[in-house]
């Protein structure tokens, strides 16, 4: 392969990559554990994992392997055959969720048009209530950007210049249990989606008791709940998934980003109740399908990545760093008053909030060799690989240090 330099990389990039993306100016190479190299060969400390998808870290061996075997074994075969891999990854979600049945599709923005397929049809075929199909989502969420994921999006800013957008959607106030109240009581509604922690939004967890009354909402109405957990899921905030710190179980979970480790995968798992919403009836038409999910390479990283956190310990791992990088994030909130304004989040999942655009800050970091994510505009997000050790963490907070007190001076 041809070696270009960064800035040569740079220049074709901008003759021949369609310009949607808002890249910051570095060529990644080559990564290990939490440390990515540009092609110029420069160490950058990585906070943000691909935007909590590398969760063993770059190049983990374990799963550099188990995707090496695969590949030389059978890469694909398409779902008109049962796939070994597919169903030990099925097999390895259901045992650590409330899932019952596993529909393998390859990102967050698909398991979540899967989702919303199941909601429909459920209400229609199973629930025979066809008229129950709006969804009711929450402001400040993140969905995904296919037209129905951007649609259910409670964010303007991904919508604007896709109309007409998938609907009936209805938006409530996330953490306000009356709103919601107020709109599933009307049993329009096929199904809720939410995020148990907002990502995108800017790391918002939901005040207590509001996963369990809308739990009691759902159930009373006959409300499919849906725990968009492509973000939080798998280990991230210090639980295999977020829904299990509140106790509350939804109908459906979808996931995605940490998953596969990397290997672009999402799942939508659900309930033997709610699965009969995608479910063939009777030897009928296939409700719903996907070339690609559930593959044997991304079935194998599904399976060597739930096995390796599980024999790693990472789970308990993510909770333990994730109070140790809460406790800096608060000495700086405590140091910096005027600028920092609050640490929040679970497990691996934080943010510090600030009270300026973050993504000034980002810059200033990266300058400094340390890589972070900024979601909802003004919060700085940690979402580093699970292995993180705390000695990183200190790493990645004297610099934040440093470059808080550059921005405190007169
Ligand atoms: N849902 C949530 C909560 C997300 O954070 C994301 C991506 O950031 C998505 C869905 C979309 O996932 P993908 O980009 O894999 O389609």
Not at 15 to 22: G, I
Not at 157 to 181: H, I, N, Q, S
Not at 191 to 212: F, H, N, R
Not at 386 to 405: C, M
Request: charged share 20%; with cysteine.
């Amino acid at each position: 392969m041809t070696s270009y330099t960064s800035n040569e990389l740079i220049a074709i990039a901008d003759k021949v990559l369609l310009k949607s993306y808002a890249q910051q100016p570095i060529v990644m190479r080559e990564g290990k554990g939490v440390e990515l190299w540009d092609a110029s060969g420069r160490r950058f400390l990585d906070m943000t994992a691909g935007i909590s998808v590398c969760c063993l870290g770059h190049a983990h061996p374990r799963l550099a392997s188990a995707l090496t075997e695969q590949a030389a074994r059978l890469l694909h075969v398409s779902n008109l055959y049962f796939i070994e891999q597919q169903i030990l990854a099925a097999q390895a979600i259901v045992e650590r969720c409330f899932a019952d049945r596993v529909f393998f599709v390859n990102s967050g923005g698909e398991a979540n048009e899967g989702a919303l397929k199941l909601a429909r049809r459920y209400q229609h075929l199973v629930a025979k209530q066809p008229e129950r199909n709006t969804v009711v989502s929450t402001l400040g969420s993140f969905h995904g950007r296919t037209i129905a994921t951007v649609s259910i999006t409670g964010q303007d800013k991904y919508r604007a210049g896709f109309g007409p957008l998938f609907g009936p959607v209805e938006f409530v106030p996330y953490g306000d249990l009356d709103a919601a109240a107020r709109i599933l009581q009307t049993r329009q509604a096929c199904a809720m989606i939410l995020e148990p922690i907002q990502g995108e939004g800017g790391i918002v967890t939901p005040p207590p008791g509001y996963l369990a009354g809308l739990r009691e909402l759902a159930d009373e109405t006959g409300t499919l709940l849906i725990f968009d957990e492509v973000q939080t899921g798998v280990a991230r905030t210090g639980d295999w998934f977020a829904y299990q710190h509140d106790g509350v179980v939804p109908d459906v979970m979808t996931l995605a980003k940490g998953l596969g480790g990397g290997v672009p995968v999402g799942a939508v798992v659900a309930s033997d109740k709610a699965a009969q919403g995608l479910s063939r009836i009777d030897g009928g038409a296939v409700p719903h399908a996907s070339t690609f999910g559930g593959n044997p390479l991304a079935c194998a990283a599904i399976v060597a990545v739930l096995q390796i956190i599980e024999e790693e310990g990472l789970v308990a791992h993510a909770a333990e760093v994730g109070r140790h990088l809460h406790d800096g994030l608060s000495a700086l909130v405590a140091k910096y008053p005027g600028i920092a304004v609050e640490s929040r989040g679970r497990g691996l999942l934080r943010g510090l909030a600030l009270s300026r655009p973050a993504a000034p800050l980002m810059a200033k970091c990266r300058e400094r060799g340390l890589l972070f994510s900024v979601a909802g505009g003004t919060v700085l997000r940690f979402a580093p690989a699970l292995v993180v050790q705390k000695a990183h963490i200190d790493e990645a907070l004297a610099t934040l240090d440093d470059v808080l007190a550059e921005e405190a001076a007169p």
